[in-house]
């Protein structure tokens, strides 16, 4: 009798998880266009934020340089659609591979040759980095004046070219976002999840339990990397245009991973709760700033750059586990 | 009878520190063999070399036949070898169960029959009432049975056991011997212990190697090896011996 | 032909130069304290935004505010370190890199809003000036910014050689426990060493502005450069740094060169890429 997955969640959890999707999927029926277009970017960082947890919550390897998968997916999606017609849920098959193959390159780089902890982290911003001013000078790729999308009309849905309403993407990422966490779980109730989390615990202890830590920290990587591809796809097709210097900065390296930092590393609601409360506060300080007439660039990476502080500072595992603790849904195990 | 682990002439070199010199011997399946020494005599470097951890510059490590120096820790453990760490390494944040299960996913893939040969393992090793703890909360003679019933449950044919004694008290040490015994007994494991605490290599082992400084001075069972006077006058002092 | 190769080099090198002390000041801080200062660019950035208002409110030259800013960014450097990081030692590793990180983002996103997006620089006076040397013509700021920052990557060394403080950090940076057990006061060693990295990167900043236009979006840039240097010259070797600085400046002057300029740094990627496969200690560096 195959286990029960669910059966390990609490009670409570599931109801309250429940009571949550049920939330989200009336909301489009509820609010206006201005709080759907705020939840896709909500659920957009929960998604990417989520798979950026695979690689460090789950098997403990700091990637500062994320935003180079969301690029390659979004580049490989737009141009096999501008180009060749090629829908996005085909496109976004090669986009997972090419994403996947970059983070099997980074790894077995890394991995091999022992580059770990802030070597690895610079590694990864560097291949960000070289990545960015390479597509700034590919010019079929669009180079820096950016990769278009042709724009269609938003009154007809059509989910195969994912060409239409804001209720459409928020439904497309809605199911995403839920689909990544049902992944993540069986991923961390597997045996892959518990070798992750002995790799990140102690490497050299998990080795001399036969685990084959290359393998497992290659399989972080690729799937974490693959994971942020489908993002890539999603981002191009929602957003219709891609510039080298926007895409892979260093800053959307970091945007996304404030999620599942200030949520909680390495746990399965974290980047949600993260996502959730980083958009949401900032979108919040936004509005509350423009209420006085003041549109001040540069605030809310600020307001960021100080959620992150106070996270580090005061719960360093993150909101999500005091969160859980208050609720009563907090199990011993990491 | 063949030997479960054989030792071939092994030696390891370390710039100009010749750590080993052409070490060889035989551990039959299902004794319990101690090897003893002063510090800097390279029972580390051997009990490393049998664990993957060094490669030999000289010589062969035979695992029933098949070789395994060279090889890498996690590759020695699948052919059955398990081993603890001196300074115990238990995954801090993770329950003693979780601990347990990590090393019996090895062989039981299947996380639930896994769960419930780890718990087996936890009883054996009187740790089923801590399970749900967390390791790092645990004293540190709990963290050294943990640390022997990860590497149990990973189902090796040979343990290593690196200095599993030091830093416990006697009527810890006792307890830790008994539990070794009882599993060399009931289910023939095969244990290599490098110690230092006499009273447990005394009681436990059937079979002693002593080095110093890198060579093999003396061997065999464990009151002839205590009563030799190489032994006496390197390592033990007239007084150890009663 | 081979002149413009010359000239272009001997640019590089200078420049190169400062980059050096820069990475000094980076290579001093995690040598010593171990922490990985994320932030390490920006905190350049401060410097050389507070250098150019004071030329142009105070008409004072960057050369000489070199010296005032390194005592403000050492005092920044000390507080933040006894404030903020001393207390992250023992925590685990990505703690630290996250409070950095966080420390980053404030100050670029603070750095734009009080001054914007636009470039800004100094014009000294002697901005056009060059000494010429047969056919090598070499640009004076570039000649007197290389040459400060001599001088003060050689009095650190000789600080961290001769002077009894300087020798109480190498040993705290040898063994830790040992230093405290010899009553070394390690936290307030560590302040002091992270501040006086913190004043290499002051007076690199002071320095820097007489070479480049200087935005918000430098810092991260700069951090970035600053690891490369200091990986490629070999983490917590100090004349590494310089190295490093001269290799990647030569690097970036001459890929400029024979590539399109905005391309250079992908140069410096490759070497860091190389260097951390090949020989991650760096060509100085002594741990392995």
């Known amino acids: 009798m195959p286990r029960n997955p669910l059966a390990v969640l609490p009670r409570r959890g599931l109801m309250l998880l429940a009571i949550l999707l049920a939330v989200l999927c009336a909301l489009p029926w509820l609010a206006g266009d201005y709080v759907l277009t705020v939840l896709i970017t909500i659920l957009y960082f929960a998604f990417v934020g989520q798979a950026w947890n695979i690689m460090m919550g789950f098997a403990g390897q700091l990637s500062l340089g994320h935003a180079i998968y969301v690029g390659l997916g979004a580049y490989t999606a737009a141009l096999l659609y501008v180009h060749f017609g090629i829908g996005p849920w085909i496109g976004m098959l090669a986009a997972i591979a090419i994403a996947a193959a970059c983070g099997a390159a980074i790894g077995f780089l890394a991995f091999r040759f022992g580059v770990a902890g802030v070597y690895f982290a610079i590694l990864t911003i560097a291949f960000a980095e070289f990545a960015r001013i390479g597509f700034d000078h590919l010019g079929f790729l669009g180079g820096s004046g950016g990769l278009f999308l042709p724009v269609a009309n938003y009154a007809r849905n059509d989910i195969w070219n994912l060409r239409g309403s804001p209720m459409m993407f928020y439904y497309v990422m809605l199911v995403l976002t839920a689909a990544a966490l049902v992944l993540c779980h069986l991923l961390l109730e597997s045996r892959t999840g518990y070798y992750w989390r002995a790799i990140r615990e102690d490497e050299e202890a998990a080795r001399s339990l036969g685990i084959d830590t290359f393998r497992y920290k290659m399989l972080a990587v690729v799937i974490s990397a693959g994971m942020t591809a489908i993002a890539g796809m999603f981002f191009a097709f929602y957003y219709n245009n891609l510039f080298p210097e926007q895409v892979f900065h260093v800053s959307r390296s970091i945007e996304l991973i404030l999620g599942p930092i200030i949520g909680g590393i390495g746990t399965l609601f974290g980047p949600i709760i993260g996502a959730f409360l980083m958009t949401g506060l900032s979108e919040l300080m936004q509005n509350l700033l423009a209420s006085f007439g003041l549109d001040v660039p540069g605030a809310r990476q600020v307001f960021y750059g100080a959620c992150l502080l106070g996270v580090v500072l005061l719960l360093p595992d993150g909101v999500w586990p005091w969160m859980a603790a208050r609720l009563g849904l907090s199990r011993p195990r990491a | 009878m063949s030997a479960l682990l054989e030792v071939q002439r092994v030696s390891k070199r370390f710039r100009g520190l010749l750590a080993l010199d052409n070490i060889s011997f035989r551990i039959e399946p299902g004794s319990i063999f101690a090897v003893i020494g002063p510090n800097g005599a390279g029972k580390t470097t051997l009990f490393n070399m049998i664990a993957g951890v060094l490669v030999p510059d000289g010589g062969a490590i035979v695992l029933q036949g098949q070789h395994i120096e060279g090889l890498r820790p996690d590759e020695i453990c699948r052919r059955g070898v398990a081993r603890t760490f001196q300074l115990v390494r238990p995954f801090p944040a993770l329950s003693v169960e979780d601990n347990v299960l990590i090393g019996a996913m090895l062989q039981l893939p299947d996380v639930r029959a896994a769960r419930m040969r780890a718990q087996d393992v936890l009883r054996q090793l009187d740790l089923f009432d801590k399970r749900a703890r967390i390791a790092a909360e645990l004293t540190l003679p709990d963290r050294k049975r943990l640390e022997v019933a990860r590497a149990l449950a990973t189902g090796p044919r040979l343990l290593l056991l690196d200095e599993v004694m030091a830093g416990l008290r006697p009527a810890e040490t006792d307890r830790m011997v008994s539990i070794l015994r009882d599993l060399n007994r009931e289910s023939g494991l095969t244990i290599l212990l490098i110690e230092h605490v006499m009273r447990a290599v005394m009681t436990l082992a059937a079979h002693v190697l002593v080095l110093h400084h890198g060579a093999l001075i003396a061997q065999g069972s464990p009151a002839a090896v205590v009563r030799e006077p190489t032994v006496v006058h390197s390592y033990l002092g007239a007084e150890a011996v009663e | ?288």
């Open chain 3, 1 to 288: 032909m081979a002149a413009i190769y010359v000239n272009v080099a001997v640019s590089g090198l200078l420049t190169g130069l400062v980059y050096g002390l820069m990475a000094l000041g980076l290579s001093v801080i995690f040598g010593v304290v171990r922490v990985v200062n994320f932030a390490h660019g920006e905190m350049m950035t401060i410097a050389m935004y507070v250098a150019i208002v004071a030329f142009n409110t105070l008409g004072l030259d960057p050369l000489v505010m070199a010296v005032p800013l390194a005592a403000v960014l050492f005092a920044l450097g000390y507080a933040l370190q006894a404030g903020l990081i001393n207390p992250f030692i023992n925590r685990p590793e990505h703690s630290q890199f996250i409070l950095l990180v966080a420390l980053a983002l404030i100050i670029v996103n603070v750095l734009l809003i009080v001054f914007g997006p636009d470039a800004r620089n100094v014009q000294t006076s002697y901005a056009f000036d060059s000494f010429a040397l047969g056919s090598l013509i070499v640009d004076a700021t570039k000649l007197y910014a290389a040459a400060l920052s001599l001088v003060i990557a050689a009095l650190l060394f000789a600080f961290f050689r001769f002077a009894p403080l300087g020798k109480a950090i190498r040993a705290c940076a040898d063994n830790y426990t040992g230093a405290l057990v010899v009553g070394l006061d390690v936290k307030r060693l560590y302040a002091l060493t992270f501040g006086l990295g913190a004043a290499c990167v002051g007076a690199a900043g002071a320095v820097l502005v007489l070479l480049i236009d200087v935005t918000p979006a430098l810092g991260p840039a700069y951090t970035l450069l600053a690891f490369i240097i200091v990986i490629t010259g070999g983490l917590g070797s100090m004349p590494g740094a310089l190295l490093g600085g001269v290799l990647i400046g030569l690097t970036e002057a001459l890929a400029g060169l024979l590539f399109t300029p905005s391309a250079k740094s992908m140069f410096s990627f490759g070497l860091l890429v190389l260097v951390l496969l090949f020989r991650p200690q760096g060509l100085l560096g002594k741990r392995a």
